[in-house]
């Protein structure tokens, strides 16, 4: 044995035999599972042996929804988050334009209206006297919005006669028609403007987001990103400095490029490879953007925004099963769920491979469309860290009525469903136990609401583990080497300082990752 861990407590994932307090390791393999006194005969002088009594081991945990590189560039900017006002946000960002050159472009994310003491949404007013001599544009929470000033309208050319883009709306002043600063679904007509980040810069960014994710236990990544992020990932891995596992996720308009490239075959590595197709359907609860079946309850004119007909995303989902892809769509609002499964479904009449598609988010759903998703074998792939943000904003605008149906996790179980789970980082925060806990508890880390939200609807820690370990195995096509501790399987693993089988699921936040084994090798200790 090359790594032998002694003493733990092992939920190794596989039902014929899921505990266990001893593993051994061997040429980056899991090579025995069992006690103490099994796992002991088969090592020798060179075996690296760990002791970890009251620690908590699993599969290692699979983040199935973030965007990687994007994470890492966050991580530099100005951090919006959790700020309970539009003028503490307005502080952040004057505080940081004495580090930006006159001229520079100067970005943050995380702002959320819903979480200030006034919900009225900012306008290029709110930044135009703070950035004064520099373009600005911040990133909603959901980014699926972007609040920019005026200089930012300037640079990308956006007046009061600039059209709205196919799926995306430029809000105007009702009076004027001049843009506000407020752009929904249409993030692209200013980051058009912005100077990209270089191989360099977003191998740097791509480092940065790998140490977050390892610190945090995670050891592999379905990331949403394009070629170009794709090109310093792979960079990374000739270099060996890829350390986590990622599951790429493109945009259609990538499909032909990575095919010329030949990245579309199966000479993949073990560290990178190319996944699902990613589409859109609609937009965010927070934007006001997600599609829905009938009115918003605070907003009895809008319904959300299409990004696409279904009529296109048939199209495009036909593309990506010519290209031998499955495909992941985006889709929070109950209509954009209902369009993205019946455009599956319609595709899949012209597709005889099986297919491992997925739905990103399924924020909101009707309880007839589960059987669809239950007999397409389509995953639900959501984020349970969401529901500490949204559950509140989620009953504004959506109502008690369909909200219970909304982060439906235990429902969507009970139909037979798969369901993986994932942070959508950097919208929020990448720690899984975040999501574990949201899944469990249904509360926000200070317990609220006091019961739970439609605590029916809560999962046990078993099926919240799944979530981030054997379903995303099975949905990346990796079932026989990830997912669970079990013989001949990659050697990743999670380890947490504490048992969290028994330690109350209100403090889960409270724990700390103890160690991260990527193939094998400790990539991450406390």
């Known amino acids: 044995m090359d790594l032998a861990i002694f003493s733990a407590r092992v939920f190794t994932g596989n039902p014929k035999r899921p505990w266990a307090e001893a593993i051994g390791i061997k040429k980056h393999r899991i090579a025995a599972v069992g006690s103490n006194e099994t ?56 505080a940081s334009v004495a580090s930006h050159r006159p001229g520079q472009w100067i970005i943050g994310r995380g702002w959320n209206h819903h979480k200030w003491d006034d919900t009225t949404e900012p306008s290029m007013k709110d930044l135009d006297d703070i950035t004064p001599n520099n373009p600005a544009m911040m990133i909603r929470a959901c980014g699926h919005s972007v609040w920019v000033n005026s200089e930012a309208l300037r640079r990308a050319g956006i007046t009061s006669t600039t059209p709205d883009p196919p799926g995306g709306k430029i809000e105007r002043d009702p009076v004027s028609g001049k843009p506000t600063g407020l752009l929904r679904e249409a993030r692209k007509l200013i980051e058009n403007h912005i100077p990209a980040p270089t191989l360099e810069e977003r191998m740097e960014f791509a480092l940065i987001a790998q140490k977050e994710a390892l610190r945090y236990g995670i050891t592999g990544v379905h990331s949403c990103e394009t070629l170009q992020q794709w090109d310093a990932l792979s960079d ?22 990575a095919a010329s490239q030949g990245l579309l075959s199966n000479s993949e590595s073990k560290r990178l490879w190319l996944g699902h197709v990613k589409l859109f359907a609609d937009g965010s609860l927070g934007a006001g953007t997600a599609l829905l079946h009938e009115p918003y309850t605070d907003a009895p004119t809008e ?55 997925r739905i990103e ?29 949204d559950w509140q904003p989620a009953l504004k605008r959506w109502g008690a009525e369909r909200c219970r149906y909304g982060y439906a996790w235990k429902s969507i179980l009970k139909a037979g469903v798969r369901q993986q789970f994932g942070s959508d980082a950097p919208v929020e925060p990448i720690n899984p ?94």
């Open 361 to 389: 988010h399924v924020q909101l759903f009707r309880p007839q469309d589960l059987e669809k998703f239950r007999k397409l074998d389509v995953v639900a792939s959501v984020q349970p860290v969401f529901l500490s943000t």
């Open 236 to 257: 990374l891995d000739s270099e060996g400095k890829l350390k986590i596992r990622i599951h790429h996720l493109t945009p259609p308009e990538d499909l032909n490029e």
């Open 39 to 94: 796992i002991k005969p088969l090592c020798n002088t060179k075996t690296m042996t760990l002791e970890l009594p009251g620690r908590l081991i699993t599969p290692g945990i699979v983040d199935a929804h973030l965007h990687f590189i994007s994470l890492g560039m966050a991580l530099k900017w100005v951090d919006l988050r959790n700020l309970k006002s539009l003028s503490a946000c307005r502080e952040k960002i004057k």
């Open 433 to 526: 136990l975040l999501g574990l806990q949201a899944a469990v508890t249904r509360k926000t880390p200070d317990g609220q609401p006091e019961d739970g939200w439609y605590p029916e609807e809560k999962l046990n820690l078993h099926q919240a583990i799944e979530g981030f370990t054997v379903i995303p195995a099975w949905t990346a096509r990796k079932e026989t080497l990830s997912g669970t501790i079990e013989r001949g399987k990659w050697a990743d693993l999670t380890v947490f300082d504490r048992d969290l089988f028994k330690t109350p699921a209100q403090a889960w936040h409270t724990v700390d990752i103890e160690m991260t084994i990527v193939d094998g090798e400790v990539v991450y200790q406390k």
């Open 303 to 357: 319904r959300g925004i299409a990004c696409m007909s279904k009529e296109e995303m048939i199209e495009k989902i036909k593309q990506a099963y010519q290209h031998d892809r499955d495909v992941a769509i985006h889709a929070i609002g109950d209509l954009g769920v209902t369009n993205a499964i019946e455009a599956i479904c319609t595709a899949r009449n012209h597709s005889t491979t099986a297919r491992r598609d």
